[in-house]
């Protein structure tokens, strides 16, 4: 694997873990794919550092259980702009 890769794998990881974000906010930040970032923190980071991608894996599994949540908020948020 390319050194480069490693380092952006490793980058990744840190920061979902210190910001608690979200594949889409990472992907936004390091200007890469949703694709990109998951095959980074669950299969290359694995390789790399497993205590680290543990710790990408717990706060990634929190982000999808809240999903549902984020998204009712959303356009809950969504309909009441419309209303008025």
């Known amino acids: ?3 480069y890769i490693e380092e952006r794998a490793i ?3 840190t920061y979902i873990i210190d910001s608690n974000a979200t594949v889409r906010q990472t992907a936004k930040k390091f200007g890469v794919s949703k694709s990109t970032v998951h ?3 669950s299969e290359r980071l694995t390789y790399i550092n497993p205590v680290l991608a543990k710790e990408v894996r717990k706060v990634l599994d929190v982000n ?3 999903r549902h949540i984020r998204g009712g908020l ?3 948020e969504k309909y009441l702009h419309q209303q008025s």
């Open 11 to 13: 980058e990744i990881g």
């Open 1 to 3: 694997m390319k050194a």
């Open 64 to 66: 999808k259980a809240e």
């Open 39 to 41: 095959k980074d923190v």
């Open 74 to 76: 959303a356009t809950k």
